[in-house]
């Protein structure tokens, strides 16, 4: 969802600092921004809308020597896109400055309380509510701890906020169900909602828990929101490296990080069998095992359905976490829920988690942030290791979490080395399939298809939620309708959308579904429809042939990957960013 920075120390420059912070999180939220500065003359605020890696800075206002501020990238939830709207947001004193992630349920009640007092609002957000209920504590004499404390307890929903106060030297943040993390340098404190925001500037952190408070000023001191007391916070080292949240020689983040999965199926292969042997343990263990994802991470776990019953004939449940609640009638303390997010963030997927903990289910997470909440609040974590992504569209995340699944029913069938040999020779094959050649070739199909109203994917077996995720990249980046279907539901009722030229790409593995999808796509054709295949040997029926090697079971990652290329090539033909593309933010933190 959208960017926090904030930033208190030494450094006189702390606008310059917070607004680089924002332009590193600009993947979370870019429709608005804003910046506050505590200065002598009390609180700036300069808000603007669009993107702030648009925005021209020879027409930003000189704020002056500042060693205090926050700033929020905007993604808009409550209130169109104004300047009213944007992040920060300040009372009617403009004693504090708020930005704020996440919603406010309550906000209406509260704002209707606020008003009767004499309060004016300034924004259609839920946000404002919170500025306004933190200065009438303080006009009541409230100090500014106590009054953002208050307040606090008021508010109801998933939350992270970052409050500035005009009289006193300090930053104060608390959370809610959306993440923050607290940069710890020399002299110097970030407070952000990811780490790109001060990678520059220190790798050790703290994460922020939910219901916990941070007071930050010449110390930081956290606390339980819950009993008030004092809590420690380990500090944890970030190892990522500069470069892989850089896009280096690269357009865009969406095509280096679809190149890198030459290497990440590799890393994330290479994790502690000791706790692989743990995990196997607790699914032996299970009496019902639910996968939980939500998105791109929700086709994953279809896909993971699959995986586990043709090598391990191990039957797993599926659902969406949005859906999940619905499930725990059947769950006990005997279940086994394993939720899949890139961020470890995802809104949803921490309410499954929730409702499953409540029935004494035992958590499993596969993430790619550590120390992410949903790392956090599972019993075993494995991370995937991809190093950040930051384009919105998930690439390298969604193959290595694929790959992840593929070693643990390898490791629950007792044949692990069995599955690592397959995925090292898996990522062998990437490599050699990842050259410009390549790349160019799914380029001059891209410009044949470029104008479709629409494009459809079938595949059948492993390849359907192969189908159901090629059709979410075509859509999130190209904005082409595109849908995913069984090979076999197609003639059951959409077949009756296809007309001369529709495209349709078949996703085709060497197994026991191939004679069935190849009849499948000459079903689409004889109604008019292109063809595009993917598939490791060209067929009569295809009118374009994307190659992709024989991976066995591991085609399920092969098979996204020329999908991921075509749908790049087409956000950028259509003058698309496909690193940002519009509606959609990397880490959604809202129900």
Known sequence: MCGICG????????????????????????????????????????????????????????LGDCTVAVGHSRWATHGGVTKENAHPHSGDSNLVAVVHNGIIENFAELKSKLIKEGHVFKSETDTEV??????????????????????????????????????????????????????????????????????????????????????????????????????????????????????????????????EQKETILRTINQDEKEICEIVKAMKDAFGTYFVGCGTAGKVCLAGSYIFSHVAQKHVNVAFGSEFKSYTPFLTNKSLLIAVSQSGETADTLEAITAAKSKGVKILSIINVEGSTIARESDFSLNIKAGPEIAVASTKATTSQLAVLILLAYALKGKIEEGKRLLIDTAGKINDMLNPRYEQHILEIAK?????????????????????????????????????????????????????????????????????????????????????????????????????????IASCIVNIIPVQILAYHLAVLRKNDPDKPRNLAKSVTVK
């Not at 993947?27 to 921004?33: F, H, N």
């Not at 990678?199 to 000023?217: A, G, K, P, S």
């Open 7 to 62: 930033y208190i120390g030494k450094r006189k420059n702390a606008s310059e600092l917070v607004i680089q912070g924002l332009k590193e999180l600009e993947y979370r939220g870019y429709d608005s921004w804003g910046v506050a500065v505590k200065t002598k003359e009390g609180i700036q605020t300069y808000k603007q809308i669009g993107r702030i890696g648009d925005a021209d800075f020879n027409a930003f206002p000189d």
């Open 130 to 259: 919170i500025p306004q209920q933190i200065e009438n504590y303080i006009g009541k004499g409230e100090s500014f701890e106590n009054a953002v404390r208050k307040t606090i307890d008021e508010l109801e929903g998933r939350y992270a906020i970052v409050v500035l106060s005009k009289e006193e030297n300090k930053i104060i943040a608390a959370r809610r169900g959306s993440p923050l993390i607290i940069g710890v340098g020399k002299d110097e404190t970030f407070v952000a909602s990811d780490v790109p925001a001060f990678f520059e500037y220190t790798r050790d952190v703290n994460y922020l828990d939910d219901n916990q408070m941070v007071v930050i000023n010449d110390e930081i001191k956290y606390y339980d929101l819950e009993t008030n007391k004092e809590v420690k916070k380990r500090l944890v080292h970030i190892n990522w490296e500069k470069s892989q949240a850089t896009k280096g020689d690269f357009d865009h983040f969406m095509i280096k990080e679809i190149m």
């Open 448 to 552: 044949n298809i470029i104008n479709k109203e629409s494009m459809y994917v079938i595949g059948k077996d492993l390849n359907y939620p192969i189908a159901l995720e090629a059709a979410i990249k075509l859509q999130e980046v190209s904005y082409i309708h595109a849908e995913g279907f069984a090979g076999g539901e197609l003639k059951h009722g959409p077949i009756a959308l296809i007309s001369k030229g529709t495209p349709c790409i078949t996703l085709v593995s060497n197994d026991f579904t191939k004679r069935e999808i190849l009849s499948n796509a000459m079903e689409v054709k004889a109604r008019g429809g292109m063809i595009i295949g993917i598939s490791p040997t060209k067929e009569d029926v295809f009118d374009e042939w994307i190659k992709v090697p024989d991976a066995g």
